[in-house]
């Protein structure tokens, strides 16, 4: 089994910034494409930023310029460091991992969730 454990939500001001993190960890043979996901109350899961295993980045278009996803493949960790923030960045932020086992099975993965409350 593989888990994944965000950390580094909270509570900030309206333009501040935060960096959050989430390791990976178990039966791990390679980690191939990691990103961050959010879910604001009422609303529907929504993909912020990915990174391949080939640092490719992606990011939805109203994080871009304020968020910098990145990634240390030999600590299985992925950070999201975000610069600006906006109270309608407040949300669960989610940690998912596309994860290959040893015996070379591919499954995704998710984190608990972390909170993050961007205060007006």
């Known amino acids: 089994q593989v888990q994944l454990v965000e950390s580094g939500g909270g509570l900030v001001q309206a333009g501040g910034s935060l960096r959050l993190s989430c390791v990976a960890s178990g039966s791990i043979y390679r980690i191939d494409s990691m990103g961050w996901y959010r879910q604001a109350p009422g609303k529907q899961r929504e993909k912020v930023a990915s990174?391949?295993?080939?640092?490719?980045?992606d990011y939805t278009d109203s994080v871009k310029g304020r968020a910098t996803i990145s990634r240390d493949s030999a600590k299985n960790t992925v950070y999201l460091k975000m610069n600006s923030l906006k109270p309608e960045d407040t949300a669960v932020y989610y940690c998912?991992?596309?994860?290959?086992?040893?015996?070379?099975?591919?499954?995704?993965?998710w984190g608990q969730g972390t909170q993050v409350t961007v205060s007006s």
């Open positions: 998912y991992a596309e994860v290959v086992s040893p015996r070379l099975y591919k499954n995704g993965y």
């Open positions: 990174i391949t295993s080939g640092m490719h980045t």
